[in-house]
């Protein structure tokens, strides 16, 4: 079924009740895991039957980390998951187990880890923190392989690229750095710090790559934060997503919404079909937004009842699912009601 | 005490700063008159002068710090936040583990956790901070610093009493000093930079300079003899403060301190600016005050305090170290306040907002019982559930740390004033 994303609807909410800060699907597409300031994960089972509470379907709690959890990966096979927390810690966890435990903790950043990633063979994952730190770590055992030293502030993102063989890291200046994960050399740098800015009254350093997304032909890479943050300690700004050439690295387009939308754009993934999704929250709501590598501006725009921190694109190409404040995980569908 | 002249008109409300800022470059070339000064800037006079005297250093964190991420962390509950809690050099206290090189300064400070200030407004609640009185329109009160200068300066100190190393361009050219005269107004150095126009001016020689400052000090003396106001004799004590500024301006250089001392206190501007503090207390200023900005945090609360308060930790303890190591913090009261603390409840920004009721500050040095925890919050912070204090407690007991007697009263404009609000007292715990 091709996707309508002029469609969009909201077709399901998983409620766990505390505010939720990230959301993943599995490779199969059968869970949604979420975690939450109360520093669990949560995971909810898409084909179970309906619960006799709907507001309140049944979900699995993975309890073991001290601290908010803002990572969660999950290996091809789906059988493993991996989660970081505010503390530091990597954890490995068996993904679909009724009653998971920690398989392992490994204490992978000083301070913050922000962000994972799984390479697709499912043998390494790469993490980032606020320690300014990349490191790849063995799936198998636990080890950690390389660092990858070149960033020297806070790293927000990690990801893959779709054949293995390049890992991007992402930081708070909006350095985007390639590195051939084989050999742990830097290949090429992005420069996306159009989505920084020192403000000099406040004295804060704002902003950053706050999402990583290649597209499925290989054409383009999306690096999604804000702009325009005219007050960071405020919340004023606006989302934006820039759009890199893959091939020559140029940057061809910064794409923000028509409207004066104040918020940053969380996350940003590509549909099979070439348009970017992106989930933007702060002071003027939360929303979803479609846009075309070549355009400026959004061709859609959905907005959700809460402020939205994290996406991701379920396997069939049709479902949302958006983590929100408001402890609710809310599952959209581009295709038409009913 | 008593203050006849002095009223609180805004004729008066002229600022050491705003009088140097519109100093003439020829006033450069009355340095040469320095000499006459000489006798009380040579560095062994000042070390003297320090030995003898109290000073006040306050670490300003504007916009309202969070208690939670800096001295009442409340890990694994709903309010804590992602950071953890970590020990301190004292043991049974800990405090955020964004601090961790103040933690081993612990066994030097002391934290008041129980603040309830009942002001969320930034301007009241700076107000209230630094007079420990609420603001009203029936009274303006001296603050903090000027009363400090005013009780504890010390008049043949060649530097002014009260300075204020802020941020960004320079201070507000606001009246802090209110019914004490605008000789006790601040002298900002923004952004830690020397005040402007205190340079020799090259192409005046120091006979010329001397001629004209004669000239200059005998028509001032005529004026004031018939029309002595508090407004005239500021002009004069700020323009002889000028002078004796300009034979000390290197006090204001911190690249005259080594290196290493830079490199330790953090290549940032708060860093630099509490070298210059330590800088400025060892020549002998009475109060000094440095603003770290901006915790003001109702956005992505934990990425900015992350950023502010890892500067903060790295100055202020090298801070604290350097001035206990150096014989200074067993005679300088040190405060670390803000307008106010930040709510328990994380908002949906990942934010938090403006709180009152049940905050924390750090206090060291004179008059300062050090490694003390006072006052005590509930699980998750949202209640003061133990010695509950306001701003009025606080000036009582910055008064007494330094051995000034906050009951004691002073006549201004036809009004009998006590020093500190006569509804608070000290806070005895608190003070060795």
Redesign the interface.
């Given at each position: 079924m091709a996707a309508e994303p002029e469609k969009t609807h909201i077709a399901r909410e998983l409620k766990h009740g505390?505010?939720l800060i990230t959301c993943r699907f599995d490779p199969t597409g059968r869970f949604v895991f979420a975690s939450s300031?109360?520093?669990t994960i949560q995971r909810w089972d898409l084909q179970a039957a309906p619960s006799a509470d709907p507001a309140h379907p049944k979900a699995v709690s993975f309890e073991g980390h001290?601290?908010?959890v803002?990572a969660v990966a999950i290996t091809p096979d789906g059988q493993t998951l991996l989660s970081g927390?505010?503390?530091g810690q990597l954890a490995w966890w068996p993904a679909v187990e009724e009653v998971p435990r920690p398989l392992r903790m490994v204490s992978a950043h000083r301070?913050?880890l922000r962000s994972l990633a799984v390479r697709p063979d499912g043998k390494q994952a790469a993490s980032c923190g606020?320690d300014a730190k990349v490191r790849l770590w063995s799936l198998d055992d636990g080890t950690c392989e390389l660092e990858l030293p070149g960033h020297s502030r806070?790293v927000y993102r990690v990801a893959y690229t779709p054949d293995g063989t390049s890992l991007l890291s992402a930081d708070l200046l909006g350095l985007i750095i390639q590195w051939d994960v084989r050999s742990g050399k830097e290949a090429r740098r992005f420069d996306a710090a159009k989505l920084h800015l020192y403000e000099?009254?406040?004295?804060?350093?704002?902003g950053g790559v706050r999402d990583l997304a290649l597209s499925h032909d290989g054409a383009h890479l999306a690096a999604s934060g804000l702009i325009n943050a005219s007050n960071?300690?405020?919340?004023v700004s606006n989302p934006a997503v820039l759009i890199f050439d893959w091939n020559t690295g140029e940057l061809k387009k910064l794409q923000h919404p028509k409207e004066d939308i104040k918020g940053v754009a969380w996350a940003v993934r590509f549909h099979p079909d070439g348009f970017a999704i992106l989930a933007s929250?702060?002071?003027g709501g939360g929303f979803l937004w479609f846009t075309r590598p070549a355009e400026d501006h959004e061709f859609f725009r959905f907005q959700l009842p809460?402020?939205v921190r994290d996406l991701d694109l379920h396997p069939d190409g049709i479902h949302i699912a958006t983590a929100h404040?408001d402890g609710i995980v809310r599952l959209c569908a581009m295709k038409a009601k009913g | 005490m008593r203050c006849s002249y002095a009223c609180n008109s805004p004729d008066h409300l002229l600022s050491r700063r705003q009088f140097l800022g519109n100093l003439g470059a020829g006033l450069g070339a009355a340095a040469g008159l320095g000499a006459g000064f000489a006798g009380f800037t040579a560095p062994a006079v000042s070390a003297e002068l320090a030995r003898n005297q109290r000073q006040v250093l306050v670490i300003w964190l504007a916009g309202g710090a969070s208690q939670l991420e800096t001295w009442d962390p409340k890990p694994k509950t709903d309010t804590g936040g992602p950071f953890r809690s970590i020990e301190t050099s004292v043991p049974g206290i800990r405090i955020s583990e964004l601090l961790p090189k103040t933690a081993m300064q612990m066994h030097r400070l002391a934290l008041l956790r129980s603040i309830n200030t009942h002001e969320d407004d930034h301007g009241k609640g700076h107000y209230l901070m630094h007079t420990g009185r609420a603001q009203t329109p029936a009274a303006v009160y001296p603050h903090l610093g000027s009363v400090m200068a005013r009780w504890l300066g010390d008049e043949r100190n060649p530097l002014p009493g009260y300075i204020h190393i802020t941020p960004g361009g320079g201070g507000k050219g606001s009246s802090e000093a209110a019914f004490l005269g605008p000789k006790y107004n601040p002298l900002y150095l923004g952004n830690g930079q020397a005040p402007a126009n205190t340079a020799d001016d090259p192409g005046l020689s120091p006979l010329g300079a001397s001629g004209r400052q004669a000239v200059r000090m005998h028509l001032s003396d005529r004026f004031a003899r018939r029309r002595r106001t508090a407004e005239t004799e500021a002009y004069t004590t700020t323009y002889e403060q000028a002078l004796k500024l300009m034979t000390r301006r290197d006090v204001f250089d911190v690249t005259k301190e080594p290196a290493a001392d830079l490199e330790r206190y953090g290549s940032h501007d708060f860093g630099r600016h509490c070298l210059l503090a330590r800088r400025l207390l060892e020549a002998g200023t009475t109060f000094v005050q440095v603003t770290h900005s901006n915790y003001d945090t109702h956005n992505e609360n934990f990425d900015f305090h992350l950023e502010q308060v890892g500067e903060f930790d790295q100055a202020f303890a090298s801070l604290i170290d350097d001035l206990a190591a150096r014989g200074l913090l067993q005679h300088t009261l040190v405060v670390v306040m803000s307008e106010f603390g930040r709510t328990p409840r994380i908002n949906y920004l990942y934010g938090r907002d403006h709180w009152s009721k049940a905050w924390s500050i750090c206090l060291a040095g004179a008059g300062i019982a050090p490694g003390n925890v006072v006052g005590k919050t509930n699980a998750n912070g949202t209640e003061v559930v133990d010695r509950e204090v306001g701003g009025g407690h606080l000036f009582h007991t910055y008064l007494r740390a330094v051995g000034l007697d906050p009951t004691e009263s002073f006549e201004a404009d036809g009004r009998v004033i006590q020093l500190a609000d006569p509804a608070a007292s000290a806070i005895d715990e608190l003070l060795a």
């Open positions: 505390q505010p300031e109360d520093e001290n601290g908010w803002y927390s505010s503390d301070g913050w606020n806070p000099r009254g406040q004295a804060v350093d704002y960071p300690l405020g919340a929250g702060g002071t809460n402020t404040h | -």
